[in-house]
C-alpha cells in the first residue's frame, strides 16, 4: 500500500533578506572574536607592563638612579616595588591608564618631580599631601573637576600644571602655595579664580589659555611681580585697562581672541618684551604701543591693520615684526628707524612698493613679502648686507624684472635664498 504524503511548501525568502541575515550574523561574530582579542591584548599588554616596570625598578635599585621612566606603559596600576624607592626625585607616569594612586605614594618622600598627565585620574589620596619635597607636579588631562585639597599641602611647590580637565574653580587653599611660580591652567572650562590669588607672591607665569571666559578674571591683576601671561583663545573682544597694573609683565600672549582695540594702558608695560596678537580683528594700533620700550617681538600677523602708526619707528629694541595676513597697502617710512630689526614678515598684504629708506635696516636677515601686490623693488635692495632670506613669490613681477632682480640681488648678496 503505498501512503502518499502532503506536500509542505517552504515559503520562498528573497535573496536580499538571506544576503543581510549573513552579513548581520559574520559582523557579530567578529565583534565578538575582536572583543576577546582585544581583552587578551590588554592582558597581555597589562602583564608585559607591569614586567617592564619592574625591570626598570631592578635597574634603577641596582645603580642608585633618581630617576624613573614609566611614561606610555599602559599601566593600570602602580607595582608595590616601586615605592621601595625612597630616594627616588624623578617620576614620570605620563600617559597611562591609571585611575587612582595607592596610599603608599606617601613613601617616595624625596620626590621633586612627578608627571601624572594624560591619565584617568579624578582625585588624589589623602596620602599624596605628604609629598613635602614636591616641586613639580603635572596633572594636565586626566578627570579632575575640582583641585584636589592635597595639592595645597604641598608648600614646596614650585610649577603646577592642571591643562584639559574639568576644573571650573581654584580653591582659597591653592594660596598657601606661597613658593608657586608657574601655574598652568589651560582648558578647563571658565575657571574661577579665588579672590585672594595675590597672595601667590611668587608667581611669575599664568596660562589660561582656552577657558571660554571671554572676559579677564579681575584677580589675575593682583599678581604684581607676574612676568609671562598666556591669554590666547579666549573669546576676548576688549583688554581690560587694568592690565596695566601688571608692570613687570615681559611676556604677553593674547593670540587667537577677537580683540578690535587695545587699550591705551598697554603702554604702561614698560618691561615687555614679547606681544603676541595674532589672530584678532585689530584695525588700529593705540599710539601708546610706542611706549613699549623694551618690545624685541611683535606679532601683528592675521589681523585686519590698514596702516601702521608712523610713531613704529621708535620701538627701537625690535628684532621681529610679524604683519602677514593684514590689509597694509603701504609702510611708513618711519620703519626703517627700526635699525634693530633682523625678521620682517609682511607676507599676504596689498603692498604696491616698498619704501626706498628700507635699505636702512641693516640688521635685516629674513624679509617676506609674498603674496602682495608688488611689480618692483627699490634698487637698494642689495645694500641689506644680512639678509639671507627674501622671499616675493606670488606678486605682480614680470618675468623679465624677475629676472632682472634675481641676477641682480644674487650678484651682491652671494649667501641670499631667494623664493619665487
Not at 616601586?82 to 617620576?91: S, V
Amino acid at each position: 500500500m503505498r501512503i502518499s504524503l502532503p506536500k509542505c511548501s517552504l515559503p520562498i525568502v528573497p535573496f536580499g533578506i538571506l544576503l543581510f541575515v549573513f552579513c548581520i550574523a559574520e559582523i557579530v561574530t567578529t565583534r565578538a572574536l575582536s572583543a576577546q582579542t582585544s581583552a587578551r591584548g590588554d592582558a597581555n599588554l597589562s602583564v608585559d607592563s607591569i614586567k617592564i616596570a619592574k625591570e626598570r625598578i631592578e635597574a634603577a635599585k641596582k645603580g642608585s638612579s633618581t630617576h624613573l621612566d614609566f611614561s606610555e606603559l599602559g599601566l593600570k596600576e602602580l607595582p608595590p616595588e616601586l615605592f621601595e624607592l625612597e630616594g627616588l626625585e624623578t617620576l614620570d607616569l605620563t600617559s597611562n591608564d591609571l585611575t587612582e594612586l595607592p596610599p603608599a605614594i606617601k613613601s617616595l618622600t624625596n620626590l621633586a618631580t612627578l608627571n601624572l598627565s594624560d591619565n584617568n585620574l579624578a582625585y588624589l589620596p589623602a596620602e599624596f599631601g605628604q609629598l613635602k619635597n614636591l616641586k613639580s607636579l603635572n596633572l594636565g588631562t586626566n578627570d579632575f573637576t575640582a583641585l584636589p585639597f592635597e595639592v595645597s599641602e604641598l608648600t614646596n611647590l614650585e610649577v603646577l600644571e592642571i591643562v584639559q580637565n574639568e576644573i571650573t574653580v581654584l580653591p582659597d587653599d591653592i594660596c598657601r602655595l606661597e613658593n608657586l611660580r608657574h601655574l598652568d591652567v589651560s582648558d578647563n572650562f571658565g575657571i574661577v579664580f579665588p579672590a585672594n590669588l595675590g597672595q601667590l607672591k611668587s608667581l611669575k607665569e599664568l596660562h589660561l589659555r582656552a577657558n571660554g571666559n571671554g572676559y579677564l578674571p579681575e584677580e589675575i591683576f593682583q599678581l604684581e611681580n607676574l612676568e609671562h601671561l598666556d591669554l590666547s583663545r579666549n573669546d576676548l573682544r576688549t583688554l581690560s585697562p587694568e592690565i596695566g597694573q601688571l608692570e613687570n609683565l615681559q611676556f604677553l600672549f593674547l593670540n587667537d581672541n577677537d580683540l578690535r582695540t587695545l587699550s591705551s594702558e598697554i603702554g604702561q608695560l614698560e618691561n615687555l618684551k614679547h606681544l603676541g596678537l595674532s589672530h584678532n580683528d585689530l584695525r588700529t594700533l593705540p599710539p601708546e604701543i610706542v611706549e613699549l620700550e623694551n618690545l624685541k617681538h611683535l606679532d601683528l600677523s592675521y589681523n585686519d591693520l590698514r596702516t601702521l602708526p608712523p610713531e613704529i619707528g621708535q620701538l627701537e629694541n625690535l628684532e621681529q615684526l610679524h604683519l602677514s595676513r593684514n590689509s597694509l597697502t603701504s609702510l611708513p617710512s618711519e620703519i626703517v628707524e627700526l635699525e634693530n630689526l633682523e625678521r620682517l614678515d609682511l607676507g599676504e598684504n596689498g603692498l604696491t612698493s616698498l619704501p626706498p629708506e628700507i635699505v636702512e635696516l641693516e640688521n635685516l636677515e629674513e624679509l617676506n613679502l609674498s603674496f602682495n601686490r608688488l611689480t618692483t623693488l627699490p634698487p637698494e635692495i642689495g645694500q641689506l648686507e644680512n639678509l639671507t632670506y627674501l622671499a616675493l613669490s606670488y606678486n605682480l613681477f614680470s618675468s623679465k624684472e624677475r629676472s632682472r632682480l634675481n641676477k641682480e640681488i644674487k650678484e651682491v648678496l652671494k649667501n641670499i635664498d631667494i623664493s619665487w
